[in-house]
């Protein structure tokens, strides 16, 4: 990926800590199994991300590659895509908005009336799990600048009262960072991106502590953009998608930890292979972003064609990437997959589910950390024809993760490829208890350069349908 650094980037401080490669990995656990939620109408909200718990001092720097990572917005030359990993430990909850954008804009005589007039993010809080804006309700606005410290001139805090926000003092901490060729810019050079990692402590929202886990709130980010000096209008990046910042009905959730599932007592369980072509069942899945033959996008055209390019008709394997140099956008990838779960038997109980994918190979062998790749159900239908990076489904849950090690490279034979698993428990109950297929995003949250993993998709010949993903599922019998 290094050779996207022929522009003259910057990168200052912010980056320094998040982009080591060396934090120590051996003794972190994956992702647990999940309690199960129920198709169908519920006054829960419509996304739910559930945040993982770390007993370190700061999540950010510790454990950045393990946050739960979801994402949302449209990346044009005037819009804005954003990747944001959340987590938590004793002490706050973090989160870090990685935002790619063209130009990049700050104010030099920064007034707490039009922070978002420029670069800024807005996250809203709702530690009562309301609908309804309330004293539990908090706005935090953070803007970008040409720093790598908290500055409370880029920054305001605001409670409801009586229906409406009001500026209070409420202690947070907001850090950013950026890569480009320098801030407030009107030429035709192009920038890449920008960060910001928000620091909310627990007790200044009213605790004494971390909540208690399987605690849910509201939450909701409001990503704004500037891209000139005039400040021409830009319409805001919401999520979630029918966000009113005023309306915490209409705001995503965030449920602190990762709660565990725990299958009944059965005499007898009986187990099922879902795969591409196994017993005349469809699989459809589909790369997207920086996949082969458009590995890192060297065409050069990354605002119009890269993120409404749709996969390769005949794509073969896939790429899962990300990392926090978001300099290297272009070559970060994501995976979707979806399985029918027809052909399992009505009426049984899920004891487990499994996905698994057969690694062929990674980034950079003599590089390469190994990554924690995280499934995320998704709710909506897609085509692999017309699935682009910009149109495809966001996250409604996170449901799981699998560590994947890097390998030294292809083992030349294509029976001894590694297999990799991942539990996706939580996402198969509720489909196979609602009658829909298995829909999953594929991600990861990686902080190291030259991490991507790659994987046989469905696409690969009959000869080698035994490394196609497989589902995994075990009922009761």
């Not at 995003?441 to 000869?463: E, M």
């Given at each position: 990926m290094s050779h996207f650094h022929r522009k003259r980037l910057l990168i200052i401080a912010t980056f320094a800590f998040i982009l080591s490669s060396t934090i120590a990995l051996a003794n972190d656990l994956p992702y647990r199994q999940w309690v199960p939620v129920i198709f169908g109408p519920s006054p829960e909200p419509q996304y739910l991300i559930n945040a993982p718990y770390f007993p370190v001092s700061s999540v950010t720097n510790e454990r950045f590659e393990q946050m739960a990572i979801f994402w949302f917005g449209q990346l044009s030359r005037s819009t804005n895509y954003t990747d944001v990993r959340v987590g938590y430990n004793d002490n706050a909850l973090f989160l870090y908005l990685a935002s790619f954008d063209r130009q990049l804009w700050y104010d030099t005589t920064p007034s707490a009336t039009d922070l978002t007039a420029w670069d800024a993010a807005t996250l809203l809080i709702d530690t009562a799990n309301g609908t309804q804006l309330s004293t539990a309700s908090f706005r935090f606005v953070a803007q970008l600048r040409n720093?790598?410290?908290?500055?409370?001139?880029?920054?305001?805090?605001?409670?409801?009262?009586?229906?409406?926000?009001?500026?209070?003092?409420?202690?947070?901490?907001?850090?950013?960072?950026?890569?480009?060729?320098?801030?407030?810019?009107?030429?035709?050079?192009?920038?890449?991106?920008?960060?910001?990692?928000?620091?909310?402590?627990?007790?200044?929202?009213?605790?004494?502590?971390?909540?208690?886990?399987?605690?849910?709130w509201r939450m909701a980010l409001i990503l704004h953009d500037r891209d000139d000096a005039a400040g021409s209008p830009i319409p805001n990046q919401v999520w979630p998608p029918a966000l009113s910042a005023n309306q915490p009905?209409?705001?995503?959730?965030?449920?602190?930890?990762?709660?565990?599932?725990?299958?009944?007592?059965?005499?007898?369980?009986?187990?099922?292979?879902?795969?591409?072509?196994?017993?005349?069942v469809t699989v459809v899945d589909a790369g997207i972003g920086g996949v082969n033959p458009y590995m890192c996008d060297?065409?050069?055209?990354?605002?119009?064609?890269?993120?409404?390019?749709?996969?390769?008709?005949?794509?073969?394997?896939?790429?899962?990437?990300?990392?926090a140099d978001i300099a290297d956008w272009p070559c970060f990838a994501k995976y979707y997959i979806t399985f029918p779960l027809t052909s399992l038997p009505p009426g049984r109980t899920v004891i487990s589910a499994t996905l698994i994918l057969s690694q062929m190979g990674n980034a950079e062998p003599s590089q390469a950390q190994r990554s924690l790749i995280q499934a995320l159900l998704v709710g909506e239908d897609w085509s692999p024809a017309t699935l682009t990076w910009n149109n495809a489904p966001l996250v409604r849950e996170n449901i799981g993760s699998g560590w994947v090690d890097p390998i030294p490279g292809f083992p030349g034979d294509w029976t001894k490829l590694p297999k990799r698993t991942i539990d996706v428990t939580h996402g198969v109950v509720q489909a196979y208890a609602g009658g829909q297929p298995l829909r999953l995003?594929?991600?990861?949250?990686?902080?190291?350069?030259?991490?991507?993993?790659?994987?046989?998709?469905?696409?690969?010949?009959?000869?080698n349908a035994a490394n196609r993903p497989t589902l995994v599922v075990v009922l009761s019998q």
């Open positions: 720093g790598n410290t908290p500055d409370p001139a880029y920054q305001l805090s605001q409670r409801a009262t009586g229906g409406s926000w009001t500026t209070t003092a409420v202690a947070f901490s907001s850090i950013p960072g950026w890569r480009g060729d320098r801030l407030n810019d009107n030429n035709d050079s192009e920038d890449r991106g920008w960060a910001m990692t928000f620091q909310i402590p627990f007790t200044s929202l009213g605790l004494s502590g971390r909540p208690p886990d399987g605690t849910r009905s209409t705001w995503g959730g965030i449920r602190f930890g990762l709660p565990v599932y725990t299958p009944p007592s059965v005499s007898a369980t009986q187990t099922f292979q879902i795969r591409h072509g196994l017993n005349g060297d065409s050069g055209n990354y605002w119009d064609t890269w993120p409404n390019r749709p996969r390769p008709a005949d794509q073969a394997d896939i790429s899962i990437q990300n990392q995003a594929l991600y990861a949250a990686d902080s190291a350069y030259h991490s991507g993993k790659y994987f046989v998709s469905n696409g690969t010949g009959d000869w």
